[in-house]
């Protein structure tokens, strides 16, 4: 009995925590807690019981993207066409970055993260596309000089720029591309 108790407070959280991150993608940091309960389909109770408050909740889906960020470049490490690998990961951290709208700024502005744990997480990231970069810098897809701090400052500063307009992930990608081809033409 105990078991399936657990089994079930297991699904549970999982439920609620996907179902947040789905909310958070479309309204925000602002995604109501009840509506989330509501979609997942338990009481307001228990996700309570999960995530006592909206920190709990915000900081669980922060701390699972960065994860499946950082699974997602542990996955392509190896692909042969290392300069594909490493621009569908950019490309995975900008739409994060826009699904994730308001959410960096409500955990500032509420002091509900600390410095520390925003550093920590950059650090994350950096760690995980490093060897992507690595490989595709050996396979001359990059140049040698380029870092991953500047690939995660690059992407938050797109992520930046376009976080009010209408379709921030889609105008991320764009910045991005446009930020791969360059400016200038060839030739």
């Known amino acids: 009995m105990a078991d399936q108790q657990r089994a079930d407070a297991r699904r549970n959280y ?4 996907a179902v947040a991150e789905q909310e958070v993608a479309a309204h925000g940091a602002d995604a109501s ?9 338990v009481g307001s109770a228990t996700v309570r019981r999960h995530f006592p408050g909206r920190r709990a909740l915000l900081e669980a889906v922060f701390r699972e993207r960065i994860e499946s960020l950082c699974a997602r470049a542990a996955a392509s ?3 042969a066409d290392a ?26 502005q509420d002091r509900l993260v600390e410095p520390d744990q925003v550093s920590a997480c950059a650090v994350k990231l950096e760690a995980a596309v490093g060897p992507l970069l690595r490989r ?17 400052t690059l992407v938050t500063g797109i992520a930046l720029a376009t976080e009010h307009h209408g379709d921030p992930a889609a105008e991320g990608r764009r910045l991005l591309d446009l930020t791969v081809r360059g400016v200038s033409p060839t030739g």
């Open 14 to 17: 999982a439920r609620i925590l």
């Open 33 to 41: 807690l009840e509506r989330i309960a509501r979609v997942a389909g």
């Open 77 to 79: 490490a190896d692909a």
């Open 136 to 152: 595709a810098a050996q396979q001359g897809a990059v140049t040698s000089d380029v870092t991953p701090a500047d690939l995660v």
């Open 83 to 108: 300069r594909a690998a490493l621009l569908d990961w950019l490309g995975g951290l900008i739409e994060y970055a826009a699904s994730g709208r308001g959410m960096a700024e409500a955990l500032a």
